[in-house]
């Protein structure tokens, strides 16, 4: 329904790799990116009078899916989905629900769908409504942004341990693809009452979805407890569900110390175990338990972020009362900028020097805007990637593994990394040219959630492993790099093969939903060994997760075609 044109719109793949980078916000053009519409189809027979249609272009977040300009439009009321959609499972139309386009992955639309696609867009943005159900549940309205989510919360006294650093993304978004922050216990902290260490996806206590009801005959809002079996696999659906609104479990409001550094070499940050000091990430995340590093591609030094729970002002620390506390990542000097637009225009050799300014532009910033050492609200630092940062591409995967083996896990991984960037650059090719990043959480446990009997989401990347308790740590790995870069497919092929290649003692690895997965030369999501075989094979209910979502869209109305390729229809 939603394939990529087969008519000649301008748009090609070649062309719309080639054209992205986005320095400071806006967006530096090398090729065609703007597709070129085909002729404006009428208008979708049937749809609903009351709900206004319009025709947009669907961009992501990093500008690699485009498309033509789509039939859009915007609902304010979980009622107005459950209405589309039964319109479009008469007119045999496809229905994808979005927020703010921040993802990688073609979760929404495939790029280049054309303009006669039998599909509509729907914005959920205006429904964004939010409500304590009691002192410690909030109620979520698919559109709700995450910064006013956080917002609200402190305003009644109440958080969320972890969320996904931007803080444009909505609650139905970040939960549709097990959208995670940056947090384990530090040594001797307890997990906060309704707290999870997991992703916001194992705070979900109540959901509702419009789903098939085989009864009425049509598609219903349904609504689901945590303890029920068929909220599974809608916990993190993968895109492939229309939620309307959640309830999530919250934690009684906290203050963290927020602590930036960029003089710990990657030697010992990354250091093996057995020469592991007290500057190695594990040792960091026994002191301070939530520790991010964005490691700069060809450098030395790391930029090292670690939050404390830290209940009063350290005396040396700097009080902050709003998110988004780094500028000099917003906006890119003018010599950073520079160098970056001379790589994207092919000036490949200079990759080092860009990513040296990089590292030293954020090690000046970091000291310019007193952020060595902040403190403050929880939601002050949760986020702090903002819209305007540099737009890059990412392929990430994460490794649940047993605490005490993180450190045998980025050693490990971060010596491929390197090893890789080695080889690529004997060729003269560079295709890592911006960071790994390194988070690390807890796995989705049934025992964090405050409903007895609680499921596990059955598609979460950090779902726990069967049989192997003791796999309690998840280690997100992220390599990122500007839109076109040349050779990205075959590194990131590279970059896969050691996820499918790692031994089962160090524990079990899965890709990150909303990121680049699936490598061959030809880009992401076109390995079919890795979609068919080796995907599905990571989660151990992932056939009965997928025979229960196509129970509740037995039509595929939300499918695209990643889906039908990742998760065929079950058989019968």
Same mark, same amino acid.
């Given at each position: 329904?939603?394939?990529?044109?087969?008519?000649?719109?301008?748009?090609?793949?070649?062309?719309?790799?080639?054209?992205?980078?986005?320095?400071?916000?806006?967006?530096?053009? !090398?090729?065609?990116?703007?597709? #070129?519409?085909?002729?404006?189809?009428?208008?979708?027979?049937?749809?609903?009078?009351?709900?206004?249609?319009?025709?947009?272009?669907?961009?992501?977040?990093?500008?690699? !899916?485009?498309?033509?300009?789509?039939?859009?439009?915007?609902?304010?009321?979980?009622?107005?989905?459950?209405?589309?959609?039964?319109?479009?499972?008469?007119?045999?139309?496809?229905?994808?629900?979005?927020?703010?386009?921040?993802?990688?992955?073609?979760?929404?639309?495939?790029?280049?769908?054309?303009?006669?696609?039998?599909?509509?867009?729907?914005?959920?943005?205006?429904?964004?409504?939010?409500?304590?159900?009691?002192?410690?549940?909030?109620?979520?309205?698919?559109?709700?942004?995450?910064?006013?989510?956080?917002?609200?919360?402190?305003?009644?006294?109440?958080?969320?341990?972890?969320?996904?650093?931007?803080?444009?993304?909505?609650?139905?978004?970040?939960?549709?693809?097990?959208?995670?922050? #940056?947090?384990?216990?530090?040594?001797?902290?307890?997990?906060?009452?309704?707290?999870?260490?997991?992703?916001?996806?194992?705070?979900?206590?109540?959901?509702?979805?419009?789903?098939?009801?085989?009864?009425?005959?049509?598609? #219903?809002?349904?609504?689901?407890?945590?303890?029920?079996?068929?909220?599974?696999?809608?916990?993190?659906?993968?895109?492939?569900?229309?939620?309307?609104?959640?309830?999530?479990?919250?934690?009684?409001?906290?203050?963290?110390?927020?602590?930036?550094?960029?003089?710990?070499?990657?030697?010992?940050?990354?250091?093996?175990?057995?020469?592991?000091?007290?500057?190695?990430?594990?040792?960091?995340?026994?002191?301070?338990?939530?520790?991010?590093?964005?490691?700069?591609?060809?450098?030395?030094?790391?930029?090292?972020?670690?939050?404390?729970?830290?209940?009063?002002?350290?005396?040396?620390?700097?009080?902050?009362?709003?998110?988004?506390?780094?500028?000099?990542?917003?906006?890119?000097?003018?010599?950073?900028?520079?160098?970056?637009?001379?790589?994207?225009?092919?000036?490949?050799?200079?990759?080092?020097?860009?990513?040296?300014?990089?590292?030293?532009?954020?090690?000046?910033?970091?000291?310019?805007?007193?952020?060595?050492?902040?403190?403050?609200?929880?939601?002050?630092?949760?986020?702090?990637?903002?819209?305007?940062?540099?737009?890059?591409?990412?392929?990430?995967?994460?490794?649940?593994?047993?605490?005490?083996?993180?450190?045998?896990?980025?050693?490990?991984?971060?010596?491929?990394?390197?090893?890789? !960037?080695?080889?690529?650059?004997?060729?003269?090719?560079?295709?890592?040219?911006?960071?790994?990043?390194?988070?690390?959480?807890?796995?989705?446990?049934?025992?964090?959630?405050?409903?007895?009997?609680?499921?596990?989401?059955?598609?979460?990347?950090?779902?726990?492993?069967?049989?192997?308790?003791?796999?309690?740590?998840?280690?997100?790995?992220?390599?990122?790099?500007?839109?076109?870069?040349?050779?990205?497919?075959?590194?990131?092929?590279?970059?896969?093969?050691?996820?499918?290649?790692?031994?089962?003692?160090?524990?079990?690895?899965?890709?990150?939903?909303?990121?680049?997965?699936?490598?061959?030369?030809?880009?992401?999501?076109?390995?079919?060994?890795?979609?068919?075989?080796?995907?599905?094979?990571?989660?151990?209910?992932?056939?009965?997760?997928? #025979?229960?979502?196509?129970?509740?869209?037995?039509?595929?109305?939300?499918?695209?075609?990643?889906?039908?390729?990742?998760?065929?229809?079950?058989?019968?």
């Amino acid at each position: 329904m939603d394939q990529p044109c087969a008519h000649d719109t301008g748009v090609t793949r070649r062309k719309l790799v080639k054209g992205g980078l986005a320095v400071a916000g806006t967006w530096t053009l !090398i090729g065609v990116v703007t597709p #070129t519409s085909a002729e404006a189809a009428e208008t979708p027979p049937g749809f609903p009078t009351d709900i206004a249609l319009q025709r947009n272009v669907f961009q992501n977040w990093d500008g690699t !899916i485009v498309t033509d300009e789509l039939w859009t439009c915007e609902i304010t009321t979980p009622e107005q989905a459950e209405t589309i959609v039964n319109w479009a499972a008469g007119a045999d139309y496809r229905v994808r629900p979005r927020g703010f386009g921040h993802t990688w992955s073609p979760l929404v639309v495939e790029s280049g769908t054309c303009a006669d696609a039998a599909v509509v867009v729907v914005d959920t943005t205006g429904m964004a409504a939010m409500s304590m159900v009691d002192g410690e549940r909030v109620r979520l309205q698919a559109g709700a942004e995450m910064t006013q989510v956080l917002s609200f919360l402190s305003t009644h006294g109440r958080s969320l341990i972890g969320a996904p650093a931007p803080g444009d993304v909505t609650v139905a978004g970040v939960l549709a693809v097990n959208g995670h922050g #940056t947090n384990v216990a530090a040594s001797g902290e307890g997990l906060a009452a309704g707290g999870t260490y997991g992703t916001l996806s194992n705070a979900v206590v109540e959901l509702t979805a419009v789903v098939w009801d085989e009864s009425a005959g049509k598609y #219903t809002l349904r609504t689901f407890q945590r303890n029920q079996p068929e909220i599974a696999p809608l916990l993190a659906h993968v895109g492939r569900a229309f939620v309307t609104e959640v309830v999530l479990q919250t934690v009684a409001n906290y203050n963290l110390r927020c602590r930036n550094t960029t003089l710990i070499p990657a030697s010992e940050l990354f250091a093996a175990p057995e020469s592991a000091g007290p500057r190695s990430l594990s040792a960091l995340l026994d002191r301070r338990g939530r520790v991010g590093i964005i490691w700069y591609a060809m450098t030395q030094y790391p930029w090292v972020q670690t939050w404390q729970v830290t209940p009063t002002e350290p005396l040396l620390s700097s009080a902050r009362y709003a998110p988004f506390n780094y500028p000099f990542a917003d906006r890119l000097s003018d010599e950073v900028a520079s160098l970056i637009t001379q790589v994207t225009q092919g000036a490949h050799s200079l990759t080092p020097k860009a990513t040296a300014a990089m590292m030293y532009a954020t090690r000046a910033g970091l000291v310019a805007n007193g952020a060595l050492d902040m403190w403050g609200e929880a939601k002050n630092f949760i986020h702090f990637v903002r819209p305007t940062t540099l737009l890059v591409s990412a392929g990430s995967h994460v490794v649940i593994t047993r605490r005490d083996q993180v450190q045998r896990v980025v050693a490990d991984f971060t010596t491929h990394y390197q090893e890789l !960037i080695s080889t690529y650059r004997s060729r003269g090719q560079y295709p890592a040219n911006n960071v790994c990043e390194i988070r690390v959480t807890g796995v989705d446990r049934s025992e964090d959630v405050t409903v007895d009997g609680a499921v596990v989401p059955s598609l979460s990347s950090v779902t726990p492993v069967p049989g192997r308790p003791e796999l309690d740590t998840a280690v997100w790995l992220d390599v990122l790099s500007l839109p076109g870069t040349p050779g990205t497919g075959e590194f990131y092929a590279e970059i896969d093969a050691w996820f499918r290649n790692l031994s089962s003692e160090l524990g079990v690895a899965r890709p990150e939903w909303s990121k680049r997965f699936a490598h061959t030369a030809a880009g992401p999501w076109t390995d079919d060994r890795e979609l068919k075989d080796w995907i599905p094979g990571q989660f151990p209910a992932w056939q009965e997760a997928l #025979t229960g979502l196509d129970a509740m869209d037995p039509q595929g109305i939300f499918r695209t075609p990643l889906h039908d390729r990742l998760m065929p229809r079950s058989e019968g």
